[in-house]
């Protein structure tokens, strides 16, 4: 056999495959071979080229170190070919710099035909996880998220011919990235459907139809916000969350504008466009970074976390997936002290009797711990805002997109330095009017022990009049 950087990683394990547990030995970043979705999928696709890419090493020594366990395990001498390496960066740190340099010269204005060159010759090639720490490298930095989110199109397009081929290979059905490409391929058809309508006024009635199914997208989004992301944000990525969900924002905007615009018989054919064109970049941006990043990132046990919970907020276009087993099991056991009843101050409730008394309150609430982390949220039947597993242990910040984040800042350090103990909104949603309290959370002695939140929907409540003394269940 053959051997280069143009090898197929699963090519190479098939004939020989003691190297798996020499790769995994060699450097940490090849665990991932271990991991049998992985190893099915990715490594069918991936090179040698890119697992050296991957783990930080240089393209010639891998392979000559391959060679030489392949040798020592089996008296063969195999043929190595096709290295090439002037002028490549092949140090993480050093890749990473050189990456945030170039987005940095974007920044100021540099051509991006100078850049996309300086790019390619330097690089020459780049890991979806490479863009989410170069996007959180600049965050760290000082640079605002809303100059990243600015940037992102910009770099995605210095970057889109490396990342052409990494598109995320097959998984199996019920895997929540299966699911999230499965809506990408519906959204893509109303896209195109919404494209063939060639008069925009003509036809109004049809775009408002066809842009209000558009609109089934933001479930799509809303399923990353609070199952994906913080599994990311547990990993330590966030910045690159914040800055898709920024993006998500200005896409809902988008849409809203566009069907109230359909509606009104005010389209424009350029805000259609941009929107279609947005859309699009979304769906590139997941496939080939985000989900890239994401397998990279995340185990079995993750992503059995990302899957709990996705019945809960639903899917977009396509009917619930089915059941997806990981090869790991992540459920823990209660422990013995969380099973049976519990002492309250006026009474004994079974945690089953206390779940359903929160499921069946009239009001959504949601708990965050004195840490600013979501302890807990009611799973009512028509929750007011979409809540998901994915959330307990969050940050409370990152559970609200960047424009909302100072003012619930602001709320919680005035909880806790004891200056206020209630805040409250009122707003219109969907015809309802929703009425929001937070209020501080104190103990016995007064100390800050957390804030809870509690939603409703008043819309009945504001318009009763008189009295109503007598049982009508007519």
Known sequence: MTIGPDTKVNELLNEYPFINDFLVELNPHFKALNNPIMRKTLGRFA?????????????TELVSKIAAEIKT??????????????????????????LKAIIEDLHKGVD??????????????VAPSEIANMEQRLIDGGMPESEVKRLCDVHV???????????????????????????????????????????????SDQLSAGLGELR????????????????LEAHGISGPSKVMWALHDDIRKMLKD?????????VEVDALKTLFETLNDMIYKEEHILFPMALET???????KVRDGEEEIGFAWISPPEAW?????????????????????????????????????????????????????????????PRSPGIIGRSVQNCHPSKSVDVVTRILDAFRAGTKDTSEFWLQMGGKFIYIRYFAVRDAQGKYKGCLEVSQDVTAIRGLEGEQRLLDWQ
Do not use: C
């Open 258 to 266: 566009a069907i109230e615009a359909a509606s009104a018989g005010t």
């Open 216 to 231: 089934k997208i933001e479930t799509h989004y809303t399923r990353k916000e609070n199952q994906l992301f913080p599994l």
């Open 47 to 59: 090179t040698l080229s890119k697992a050296a890419m991957i783990g930080g090493v240089d393209i």
């Open 325 to 385: 087993t990981p090869e790991e099991s992540y459920q823990e056991k209660l422990p013995p002290e969380k099973i049976g009843s519990i002492t309250l101050d006026t009474g004994l409730l079974t945690i089953e009797q206390i779940n359903l008394m929160l499921t069946h309150l009239p009001v959504d609430i949601s708990f965050v711990d004195e840490n600013d982390k979501v302890a807990y949220y009611s799973s009512t039947a028509e929750r007011i805002f």
């Open 73 to 98: 395990k089996t008296g063969s001498v195999v043929q190595v070919e096709g290295i090439v390496t002037q002028g490549a960066i092949t140090d993480p740190e050093t890749r990473l710099e050189a």
């Open 298 to 304: 995340l185990g079995d046990s993750d992503w059995a």
């Open 157 to 203: 397009e210095v970057f889109k011919e490396s990342l052409d081929d990494k598109v995320v290979p097959g998984l199996p059905s019920g895997h929540p990235v299966h699911t999230y490409m499965s809506e990408n391929r519906e959204a893509e058809k109303v896209i195109l459907k919404l494209q063939a309508i060639h008069d925009m006024e003509k036809e």
């Open 112 to 125: 991006i035909k100078a850049l996309k060159q300086r790019f390619l010759t330097l690089i020459r090639d």
